[in-house]
């Protein structure tokens, strides 16, 4: 298989590590995640990784508490999900680096894009913890500043449906996919790629979105390598 882009930023979503649990880190389902990215590495792909923290908590669903501090607590949720995947990873043999928007250097690196970026070019998988560091933002906009900043030929949106449909496929049995869209068909038709935010950095910067299924973590390779799957947003 032959790499289609030279660097990608991969969005995880937090769920995606519980595996069949509500909750928590199913280890044996992030070796299964974290295969493919090592095979990418290999492959020379630079690699950075965005993960949500969505399966321990989301701050918007937080009820009555102020919505900063929530927001602030997703973030620790986030380094938790990544410390987890540089875990995977170093055990396959892969060199991490996660660097976090907010200072905690007994446990990584505080976020500073020239460092990012020199490890990417260094062949190390780069993971960024915390989000954009600020509350009210999403880690779907953090993986598009992200992107932004490091150069990332595409993003990469590993979630829990196939791709993107015109409503929800779970609640409608015939709801259709699409196979490609424009980010301003995503704004216009409010359809739940991202939050509008993260979609309007995308559109701003030109940078290509991939929506596909994590559920058979062996697309990430496909991905990569320019397969046809997923629903492709530019």
Same mark, same amino acid.
């Given at each position: ?7 990608? =930023?991969?969005?995880?979503?937090? @769920? ?7 909750? &928590?880190? %199913? ?24 993960? &949500? ?5 989301? *701050?918007?669903? $937080? ?18 999900? !990544? =410390? ?8 396959? &043999? ?14 990584? @690196? ?9 490890? =990417? ?11 954009? *560091? ?37 609640? %409608?049995? $015939? ?9 301003? @068909? ?32 062996? %697309?990430?390779?496909? !991905?990569?390598? *320019? @397969? ?7």
């Amino acid at each position: 298989m032959q790499p289609k882009y030279k660097r990608v =930023l991969l969005k995880l979503s937090g @769920e995606s590590l519980a595996g069949d649990g509500s909750s &928590g880190i %199913n280890f044996d389902v992030l070796q299964e995640i974290c295969e493919p990215i090592r095979a990418c590495v290999d492959m020379g792909v630079e690699m950075g990784i965005v993960v &949500g923290g969505g399966n321990f908590w989301r *701050g918007r669903s $937080s009820g009555q508490m102020d919505r900063t501090r929530a927001d602030h607590m997703g973030m620790l949720a986030t380094v938790i999900n !990544a =410390l987890g995947v540089a875990e995977i990873l170093e055990q396959m &043999g892969v060199i991490c680096r996660v660097q976090t928007a907010m200072a905690m250097p007994q446990i990584a @690196e505080l976020y500073v894009r020239n460092k990012a970026v020199r490890h =990417l070019e260094k062949g190390r998988v780069t993971i960024f913890g915390c989000g954009t *560091g600020n509350p009210f933002f999403s880690t779907d906009t953090a993986a598009a500043l992200r992107a932004a900043e490091i150069g990332a030929d595409i993003i990469l949106k590993a979630t829990m449906v196939d791709g993107v449909y015109d409503s929800d496929p779970k609640k %409608n049995p $015939s709801a259709a996919k699409y196979e490609t869209l424009s980010f301003q @068909e995503v704004l216009s038709q409010n359809l739940q790629v991202m939050d509008s935010t993260a979609a309007s950095l995308c559109k701003d910067n030109q940078i290509p979105l991939l929506v596909f299924s994590i559920e058979q973590p062996g %697309n990430i390779t496909k !991905a990569v390598c *320019g @397969e046809k799957i997923g629903t492709l947003v530019k």
